[in-house]
């Protein structure tokens, strides 16, 4: 099936400071990638939708300036968290979706796990 | 009120067990409907899709969904060890819509 890798897997940070996350399609091209947050016992709850080329839409209540996001190409999309504080700590986890794909082509990666000091 | 509700659970079974995931919404919107796996600390896969309502069976999983009683459920036949893991609902207006999950039930099949 197809592949969704994101990088790194876990991080740890100092309050302040900035933290990129990766999301990348490893075996098909994705126009469009998902990012979403999941706190400890909580659903998933998306914060942004990233298209390729264009800019980010956010949901209702995510500050666009804190969490900025990049989807360069086809293949790769970056959520920036600036000046990360503890309660940002978080699994952020990233789905992507193949050209000409359905709501059931949304593949997601494997999580990033944000501690932040 | 939440668009999706789902029971945390945990939800423990003996292996070999029936095993009923149930999540209810409130959005009449909704016509794509998803049941996901997620293992600890890893990205959810999906198990099941169903487009309005109706039945849906693949191997041990049917997934049921009554749009009038705004209900969808999971069943997983003849349960497993390996089945455990955290099993999430999904659902959406459109194809190209976002998804809105529920919190997720955590199963535990035990042998």
């Known amino acids: 099936g197809a592949v969704v890798s994101q990088h790194p897997s876990r991080v740890i940070c100092k309050s302040g400071t900035s933290v990129k996350i990766e999301c990348r399609s490893l075996?098909?091209?994705?126009?469009?990638m998902f990012w979403y947050r999941q706190f400890p016992k909580q659903s998933l709850m998306l914060m942004a939708t990233?298209?390729?080329?264009?800019?980010?839409?956010?949901e209702q209540g995510v500050e666009k300036d804190k969490f900025l996001i990049n989807h360069a190409s086809l293949t790769l999309s970056t959520l920036t968290v600036t000046s990360a504080h503890p309660e940002d700590s978080s699994f952020y986890i990233c789905?992507?979706?193949?050209?000409?794909?359905?709501?059931?082509?949304?593949?997601f990666g494997p999580g990033t796990r944000l501690t932040v000091l | 009120q939440k668009e999706v509700e789902q029971d945390p659970g945990p939800l423990s079974v003996p292996e070999g067990a029936i095993v009923s995931l149930n999540c209810t919404y409130s959005?009449?919107?909704?016509?794509?409907f998803m049941w996901y796996r997620q293992y600890s600390r890893k990205g959810p896969e999906l198990l099941m899709y169903?487009?309005?309502?109706g039945n849906k069976e693949d191997g041990r999983f049917t997934a049921q969904v009554d749009k009038s009683s705004k209900y969808i459920s999971l069943f997983i036949r003849d349960s497993q060890p390996s089945d455990s893991a955290t099993y999430l609902c999904?659902?959406?207006?459109?194809?190209?819509?976002?998804?809105?999950f529920g919190t997720g039930t955590r199963l535990q099949v035990f042998p």
């Open positions: 789905s992507a979706n193949p050209l000409a794909g359905g709501i059931d082509t949304q593949y």
């Open positions: 075996d098909f091209q994705a126009t469009t």
């Open positions: 990233s298209n390729e080329g264009s800019k980010a839409t956010y």
């Open positions: 959005n009449s919107a909704f016509q794509y």
């Open positions: 169903t487009y309005s309502s």
């Open positions: 999904a659902m959406s207006r459109y194809n190209t819509d976002k998804l809105i």
